[in-house]
């Protein structure tokens, strides 16, 4: 397990399997993202209370969803950065944080768009919304600390550090319907138990969430091989590798 | 594991947990600014200020609803099942807007009583279902008021 832990640090190993798995990951995550919003935008059926307004949940949901777990992806890349300063880690950190910045503006947007026709209102200032707003601000955070401190290793460790000192918000995000009076609804998806919606509006609801985390997959391999080449610009392989014509 | 490691994770774990805990103290201690609105039974029970802008959530009451012919005036009633508040506003209600259903009114309460709100937002449930199924699912509780009904009737008959 070790071994395989030691191996993942190595950017060039990386480099070679990211390269092969990204077709895959492209592939089926345009697959199941465009079967999941066609069927959920298309097909399903309407809603009882909101009518076809309900149906930007299709966008609102995944987007939100994976705006939350590039954080904590990020937080675990970071205890790496920080406790066995694997590079690698870093370099994750680095390509993620402008995509779960776009998807965690993204939700924001879709949410206000939904609310004004069914709540009456862009914007509140309810829990829900605010640590969302928080979550965009630290993601603007780590992208700004990140650019600030010109020595890698440094920025590196300081983005580290405030990568998981913005952890704390997830769970307030998550619970916050639950812990407080908040014009959001509560989740629809429980851990525990089934969702509390008709099973012809779930299933290409989740269809898109599991499409686009495969298309962050493909997007994060390809940020992370192009900051991996950059970082690794003097070594041999990148060398050889662009004299090759990048095969 | 490295002893070295093991410190820097130690380090880290400590970090975390200080921060979630000194969070977790905070927001608790916030606890009442971050709620959005006062439900209608802490507004009964005197909890909630008087002449101060405020929200207050809840159900429409059914049957509560009455609306003024000649202006948009509506008065409402907001209940969550133990207490009810009544509730004036004057403008236009947002779609979902309707008895049963939860709002968050944004207004002062009054000397009587009465909140008057200057803003009515519409709060949805997190369930979803084709209208189909929405009047299945009513008919059918429908049916079990019913058929509770015709017992009490049958019961009551009996003596």
Not at chain 1, 95 to 110: N, R
């Amino acid at each position: 397990m070790w071994q395989f832990f030691h191996k993942l640090g190595s950017p060039k190993w990386f480099y070679g399997i990211a390269t092969r798995f990204m077709p895959w990951l492209l592939a089926s995550g345009l697959l199941l993202l465009v079967a999941g919003i066609v069927w959920g935008l298309a097909f399903a059926p309407k809603d009882y209370l909101q009518g076809n307004s309900y149906r930007i949940i299709f966008i609102h949901v995944p987007a939100a969803f994976l705006a939350q777990s590039i954080y904590i992806m990020m937080a675990f890349s970071a205890v790496v950065t920080l406790v066995w300063r694997m590079k690698l880690a870093d370099v994750f950190v680095k390509a993620v944080a402008p995509v779960g910045l776009v998807f965690t503006f993204l939700s924001l947007f879709t949410g206000a768009v939904w609310g004004k026709p069914t709540w009456g209102t862009w914007w509140v200032w309810d829990a829900r919304l605010t640590s969302m707003l928080i979550l965009l601000f630290l993601y603007g955070g780590v992208i700004a600390l990140d650019r600030a401190i010109n020595d890698e290793k440094s920025a590196a460790r300081a983005v580290a550090v405030l990568v998981l000192v913005g952890v704390v918000n997830i769970p307030i995000i998550k619970y916050s319907v639950d812990w407080w009076n908040t014009l959001h609804q509560p989740a629809t998806f429980k851990l525990t138990e089934k969702p509390s919606m008709a099973v012809e509006m779930w299933v290409p609801l989740v269809l898109a969430i599991l499409g686009l985390y495969l298309l962050f997959g493909w997007l994060a391999c390809l940020r992370m091989k192009t900051e991996i080449l950059i970082r690794e610009q003097r070594t041999r392989w990148v060398r050889d590798l662009v004299l090759a014509g990048g095969k | 594991m490295h002893p070295i490691r093991k410190k820097r994770l130690t380090i880290v774990l400590f970090l975390v947990a200080g921060l979630a805990i000194a969070v977790g103290l905070t927001t608790y201690a916030l606890r009442q600014n971050i709620n959005l609105f006062y439900d209608p039974t802490e507004i009964a029970a005197g909890n909630a200020p008087v002449d101060v802008r405020i929200r207050a959530g809840g159900m429409v009451e059914a049957g509560s609803v009455v609306r003024d012919t000649e202006t948009l005036k509506v008065e409402f009633k907001v209940t969550d099942f133990s207490a009810s508040v009544p509730v004036e506003y004057v403008g236009i209600l947002p779609d979902l807007f309707a008895e049963g259903q939860g709002v968050v009114a944004m207004g002062r309460l009054n000397n009587e009583g009465v909140f008057v709100a200057d803003q009515v937002l519409a709060k949805h449930d997190e369930n979803y279902m084709p209208p189909e199924v929405a009047d299945a699912l009513e008919k059918s509780s429908k049916a079990q008021n019913k058929a509770a009904d015709v017992d009490k009737a049958a019961e009551t008959t009996a003596y």
